[in-house]
């Protein structure tokens, strides 16, 4: 079935540098794609849609000149944390929808998540 | 209030057990419903989706009241393996464009 990948799995870096994160859609095209945030024992939380070709659309409180997102391609999706803070160690969740695959429902398949720390 | 809100369990039950988890969600605008599984550590992976009419998948059933705005699922006969959380999810727009994500109830199936 459809595949979505995150790279890296795991990162730790200081504070002050910048992280960046990859979303791929592997067997489809996405010209839509979500990042997600999830902090522990919390619920995720939408950060921004991510449109190929155009800006992110960003969620209400979530600042986007720290957390830069760039789709570049249709099945790539990048975004960056710059000057990394502590608070923003999390649990980083892509998404893209696959319009005519899954259960042919145009299922949403997430990333395997990306798990940032910052000391 | 939270938009979507779910009792955070623990549920912890032994196998065989029948279990039942219920979410209420805040936006009555809301057209699609979900229930997704969250493994430890890993990414949510969609379960099914709820229909009005209430629907089957094996040992999963999952129920809508919208009147109640009340979603509920239902696992009979737990495995082991069905130990997750189990993720109520809502969307106001129809499809998947802006999923809005319970904080999950957790199920523990012990020998």
């Not at chain 1, 997430?110 to 720390?117: A, D, V």
């Not at chain 2, 992976?45 to 979603?71: C, H, P, W």
Request: include cysteine; charge should be neutral.
């Amino acid at each position: 079935g459809a595949v979505v990948s995150q790279h890296p799995s795991w990162v730790i870096c200081k504070s002050g540098t910048s992280v960046k994160i990859e979303c791929r859609s592997l067997d489809f095209q996405a010209t839509t794609m979500f990042w997600y945030r999830q902090f522990p024992k919390q619920s995720l939380m939408l950060m921004a849609t991510s449109n190929e070709g155009s800006k992110a659309t960003y969620e209400q409180g979530v600042e986007k000149d720290k957390f830069l997102i760039n789709h570049a391609s249709l099945t790539l999706s990048t975004l960056t944390v710059t000057s990394a803070h502590p608070e923003d160690s999390s649990f980083y969740i892509c998404s893209a929808r696959d319009p005519g695959g899954g259960r042919g429902t145009g299922e949403l398949f997430f990333g395997e998540g990306s798990r940032l720390t910052v000391l | 209030r939270k938009e979507v809100e779910q009792d955070p369990g623990p549920f912890n039950v032994p196998e065989g057990a029948t279990v039942a988890f219920n979410c209420t969600y805040s936006n009555s605008a809301s057209q699609s419903f979900f229930w997704y599984r969250q493994d430890c550590r890993k990414e949510p992976k969609l379960l099914m989706s709820v229909y009005s009419s209430g629907n089957e998948d094996g040992r999963f059933t999952a129920q809508l009241n919208r009147a109640s705005q009340y979603i509920s699922l239902l696992i009979r006969d737990s495995k082991l393996s069905d130990s997750a959380t189990y993720l109520c999810v809502v969307n106001t727009n129809g499809g998947y464009n802006k999923l809005i994500f319970g904080a999950g109830t957790r199920l523990a199936v012990h020998p």
